[in-house]
């Protein structure tokens, strides 16, 4: 899939950061990730110094994506049109914003209005 652009949700980058086979077939691609994704990693509770320099080298191989004005309006939208977590909307959003799929393991991020989602 060489020059399949995505958005990554959290999870796939955790599937990653844990050499899950299920992601092998995206790693070719280009991993757009939200900025939010880089809080979540990065902020576990007790993260070890090894733990923290793996996720940043896994982050490094990322485009981390700000939010705009447009993100977060888009977010707005998809709060009030479904109940999803503000991180997963803003994440959804980004994928939204950039019309490109989001590739996560998150069946809660189905059916959001403009958004494709590869479901892992």
Request: with cysteine; glycine share 4%; aromatic share 6%.
């Amino acid at each position: 899939m060489s020059g399949f652009n995505f958005v990554a949700d959290t999870n796939f980058l955790i599937d990653v950061h844990e050499g899950k086979d299920k992601v092998i077939p995206f790693l070719d691609g280009t991993v757009i990730i939200s900025v939010i994704s880089e809080i979540e990693l990065l902020g576990w509770y007790k993260l070890s110094e090894e733990e923290k320099q793996k996720l940043r080298l896994l982050l490094d191989d990322c485009i981390i994506f700000e939010l705009t004005t447009e993100i977060r309006k888009l977010a707005i939208e998809i709060r009030q049109q479904k109940k999803i977590k503000t991180p997963d909307a803003i994440i959804a959003a980004t994928a939204k914003y950039l019309q490109i799929p989001i590739v996560s393991s998150d069946k809660g991020l189905k059916n959001i209005s403009g958004i494709e989602l590869i479901l892992l």
